[in-house]
């Protein structure tokens, strides 16, 4: 019998499956595939490399591989509370922990990008990625809910052939700095939830001044 060879896409896809019932257009393969990777996130061959590249400098770092390949290190575990004096749900899920009878110990894996930092400068980098991205405050919350002892950062440069690790502990005054203003940015939370105001976080005009970090660059190229 013969076929129509002319007409709509979906004419001749229709024709074409009654001479092959088995057969798999683009279309199909394309929806399948979809479907098959849903809520997959596709990595390319470098990102891949860098990834694997990324794993050697942390296996290869003393004090972070002592860390992650503790026998006893859990990851990943949810802890729920509620903040005591707003009674506002807190919930935090460390990257790593490691319960020890005399001490708990939490530690988070962050990437940076500080290939371009001059070496004597990295602690103080560092800091500020601490400070400015509130690594302080979930340090604070993660030891609180998770009830835990200690707190580290692994830090692992993610520029392409300069893969170093820091790991950097959080004394216990940065904790309670953390502690004091995620405390702090609760009851804001919970007076806006109560009066249902939303103030914007600048209100008015004001002059950039230089912080303390600033005047002793200013000051040190002044010299």
């Known amino acids: 019998m013969p ?4 007409g709509t896409k979906e004419q001749l896809t229709e024709i074409a499956r009654k001479i092959r ?5 683009l279309e199909d ?3 399948c595939q979809q479907e098959e990777n849903a809520g997959k996130t596709f990595i390319s061959p470098d990102m891949y490399e860098q990834a694997k590249n990324i794993h050697a400098a942390l296996q290869n770092n003393t004090d972070a591989a002592r860390l992650l390949n503790h026998p006893d290190r859990k990851s990943e575990i949810s802890y729920f509370g509620f ?3 707003t009674g506002l749900e807190i919930r935090v899920r460390p990257d790593i922990e490691i319960r020890l009878p005399y001490e708990s110990i939490c530690a988070d894996v962050k990437s940076v990008s500080l290939g371009y930092v001059r070496q004597e400068r990295l602690k103080d980098r560092l800091h500020r990625e601490i400070i400015e991205r509130d690594y302080h ?9 998770a009830n835990l002892d200690k707190f580290f950062w692994i830090f ?7 893969h170093w690790v820091a790991v950097v502990e959080a004394s216990q005054e940065l904790l309670e700095l953390g502690r004091q203003e995620y405390r702090r940015t609760l009851r804001q939370i919970n007076e806006a939830l109560e009066t249902n105001n939303w103030p914007a976080p600048i209100t008015e005009s004001y002059t950039d001044e230089l912080n303390d970090f600033d005047l002793r660059r200013l000051e ?3 010299i």
């Open 3 to 6: 076929y129509n060879i002319s």
């Open 21 to 25: 019932p088995e057969l798999v257009t």
């Open 83 to 85: 903040d005591e004096e």
């Open 29 to 31: 393969w394309q929806k």
């Open 137 to 145: 405050l979930s340090a604070a919350m993660y030891c609180d809910v």
């Open 220 to 222: 040190a190229l002044s």
């Open 156 to 162: 692992v440069n993610k520029d392409a052939g300069y």
